[in-house]
Each structure stands twice: as structure tokens, then as C-alpha cells.
């Protein structure tokens, strides 16, 4: 699943593909992509210009004229890309947004996860998922402080809680191995129980791996590509995850995967403490 920083990068290549192109036609080939009735989907959106692209956490942002947002999750594998309308359609594409420049923006997803919602702008934190989301990575609302805080509430093992979005949001599987490999705490950890200080830690590791993911435009692992088609490059630069077997970075120990609540997490036995 495209995690934070793939979404971001996603939001930056279809910026620069189609900022201020008026949209002519929607065709939804497969309307359970929306969220709603995908007729009226199409009919409010007919018109409309795309003013900008933004963000928050895993979700995009489409802001259109006229007040309104397209609510975007991707899901596991949704991508958009740009062709020319007469582009004969994928079999994966299943929204097309044809414009009165002869292109279209087409959203393609294999698995048929991924959601769009249309709302009007600024209602999107009380009306979609979004409102059930904590403070994403990087921002002045996720603070050491109230990281610390918010763990201390929690009684599950701290790899399910930075999965679950609500305490802070935009992290998937592979940066949260990234994540407590970095403050070197043990995915099974109760997050009650990890001490300020190594939350701290954990904190400060993970705005690090997040801005740097973002630099190097997400990671590309299984099929993400951004909205130009290219992947991203932070793989080479992972420590942990897809490495299991192999000898850990920080102190040679064999590198060990395990399931956690059902998800394959990678870490180090010997240098990541686990705290119950």
C-alpha cells in the first residue's frame, strides 16, 4: 500500500500534469471506486477546473472550482497517469477524467481497493476517513509531547499502533519496521510501556525516515509508480524491511521476521529492546 510518502509523491507529479486543466467528461467505468452514487459523481465534477493537489497522510486531495474536493485512497496498488484521449483504456483503468485539452487523467487499480470521494472543500475532516486520522508525520500537531502522551493510552504492541492511523498517521508497514529499527524498540513492545525517552527517539525517527522517503520519492517495493510512470528510489536505502536473513546495519545480528497482528515485520533480536 502506498504509504505517506509515496502519496506524497504521488501529489507532486500529478500537480505538475494537471493543475488548471478543466475537466469535460467522467467516465466511471467501475463505479464502486466511488463512494456514493457515481452518476451524480460525474455530473458534479463535469466542468469543473483542477485548482490544486493536496495532501493528508495516505489520502489526496483534488480541489476542484466551484468548492469542491475529490477525496483519493489509493489503497494498495491505485495509480493515476496521464494520456491522450484517444488512449484505448487499460483493463485496470476504471475513472477516466477527460479534459478539454485532449488528455486524460485515468485511475488505474488491479485490485479495485482504492476510493474517490467527492465533498465540498473543507468538510473533508468531518465527512470521509479522514476524520478518524491522527496528526500525520512531520506536522507542528505531532509533537514529541504528544506522542508521549498518546502511547501511554495505548495497551497493544507499538507496531499495531502506528498501524492503526489514529495515533499518528501516514505510516504503513514498511517505514514503521524502518521506524523502531531507527529508536531500536522491538515491534512487540506494549507502547504503554516504552519509556519518554526512547519515544522520543522513536519520534524523531520517524519525521527522519518520512522527509527522507519523501526526498528520494517513496519506495518503490512491489508496483508503485508516481503519476509520471517513474518508481521511486528510497528501496536502497531501507535497513530492514525485505532484508530478513541478512545481517542488521547497526550490529551484524541476523535480521528476523516474525507476524505481527497478522503483518510481516522485519527487526533485529539482538539491538531492538522490547519493553512489556
Known sequence: MPEMPEVETVRKTLAAL???????????????????????F?????GKTILKIDRYAKFLLIRLSDNYTIVSHLRMEGKYHLVKNSTPKDKHDHVEFSFSDGT??????????GRMQLVITGTERKVTGLSKLGPEALSREFSSDYFIKALKKKKKNIKNTLLDQTVVSGLGNIYVDECLWQAKIHPESLAEK?????VKLLHEAINQTIAEAIKFGGTTVHSFLNAAGKTGLYQEHLKVYGHAGQACPRCGEKLKKI??????TTFCPSCQKEYK
Do not use: C, E, M
Open 259 to 264: 507476524k505481527v497482528n497478522g503483518r510481516g
Open 194 to 198: 516504552i519509556p519518554a525517552l526512547s
Open 42 to 46: 460525474a455530473q458534479k465534477v463535469k
Open 104 to 113: 486524460s487523467l485515468r485511475y488505474n487499480d488491479v485490485r479495485k481497493f
Open 18 to 40: 494537471t493543475l488548471n486543466k478543466k475537466i469535460k467528461h467522467v467516465t466511471v467505468w467501475y463505479p464502486n471506486i466511488i463512494d456514493g452514487d457515481s452518476h451524480d
